[in-house]
């Protein structure tokens, strides 16, 4: 080996230079096959891309079965521009309800669990309350016994459960509680309650330029701390019974208390009511699971032009629950709406 003392031969050079020639030539070769490779994917790059969207499937825990191609066909043709079912994004316009539509409401809707806790704490200043009908129903040790309530009797139970409380404390209790609670039946807590189908769906419909609304018989005081964080539905995009509310200073601060006696319960042939009051538009599609969602449904569907109205059928009670609103089937049966089949339609129920 050669050094600085003794440098290398004249035949060593002229060896070590011709090595170098070969290197550099296969160098050059490398470079240019590369930049022949790239001007090529260049060109199919459009196409891969293309194909690789085409590939990725919105709507992942949807079996792929006929309920899914529709609903597919359906935000395709509304969305095409230029197309004959083309409806223009100001109007396209999706509301869903929320108790066993977007959630469990079996087996009771997750609001009264919060009214049931909020009304034992309360229940040492008033006694009455376990000799009253339908308050003494809370403190039972029959949970079955809830059944028994009539729609007044739940909305008597919420409304006492709300009185007094400011809006801040109200959603300061309402997120204590929900830290802790986990349903009876799945054993989750509400973060884990949401059918992950729905919220796929109200993704996909946001991703194609719809507005999406939750449209609900339960307050909105109680849904509007949950509709963003779980479904990605903003505050103002929430109608819902109206608690009745009133404004009150104390001391040097101001606040919004619940106040009972102006209570409006929104369900039934008050939804479509709701709707014009707060959105202004018919919507182009709407989905829920029972017979306070038929006039909502029908007034979606009533719309000049394409619609789409979903009923949720809870068919499943292994992995959800199984109970029959037939008023709601009967009627998307004669008007063909979609009838979604938890069982046969969804391939998952809750979040992994």
Excluded at 61 to 71: A, F, G, H, M, Y
Excluded at 159 to 187: C, I, L, N
Aim: aromatic share 10%; proline share 7%.
């Amino acid at each position: 080996m050669g050094s600085l003392l003794f440098p290398p031969s004249e035949d060593k050079r002229i060896m070590f230079i011709r090595s170098g020639g070969r290197h550099l030539k296969q160098l050059f070769l490398t470079i240019a096959f590369t930049l022949v490779l790239s001007l090529i994917f260049i060109q199919l790059s459009p196409t891969l891309i293309q194909n690789s969207v085409a590939q990725i499937d919105p709507l992942p825990s949807w079996n792929d079965s006929p309920v899914k191609q529709r609903i597919l066909k359906f935000v395709e043709e509304v969305t095409k521009e230029n197309g004959p079912h083309y409806v223009p994004p100001a109007e396209c316009i999706a509301v869903f309800d929320t108790d066993g539509t977007l959630w469990p409401e079996k087996p009771l809707p997750i609001e009264l669990y919060f009214a049931i806790h909020r009304l034992r704490q309360l229940a040492p200043k008033r006694p009455q309350w376990r000799k009253t009908f339908p308050f003494k129903v809370v403190f039972g040790k029959d949970p079955k016994a809830f059944s028994t309530l009539s729609k007044q009797d739940v909305e008597k139970l919420i409304s006492a459960a709300y009185a007094g409380m400011t809006q801040e404390d109200f959603r300061h209790e309402v997120r204590k509680w929900m830290a802790t609670w986990q349903h009876p039946q799945f054993k989750v807590g509400v973060t884990k309650l949401c059918y992950e189908p729905m919220r796929e769906l109200l993704e996909y419909l946001r991703g194609n330029g719809f507005k999406t609304f939750i449209v609900t018989g339960g307050s909105s005081d109680f849904v509007r701390i949950i509709s963003e964080p779980l479904y990605g539905v903003p505050i103002d995009q929430v109608v819902g019974s109206e608690i009745g509310l009133r404004y009150k200073v104390t001391g040097a601060k101001s606040f919004v208390v619940h106040a009972p006696k102006g209570t409006f319960w929104e369900s039934g042939p008050l939804k479509p009511v709701n709707i014009e009051r707060h959105i202004g538009r018919r919507p182009l599609m709407a989905v829920g699971n029972s017979k306070s969602d038929l006039e909502m449904l029908t007034y979606t569907a009533d719309r000049s032009g394409k619609s789409l109205c979903m009923v949720i059928h809870h068919d499943d009670a292994a992995r959800d629950s199984e109970y029959r609103a037939d008023g709601v089937l009967k009627r998307a049966r004669e008007r063909d709406w979609l009838n979604v089949n938890i069982k046969r339609d969804w391939k998952f129920v809750f979040p992994m």
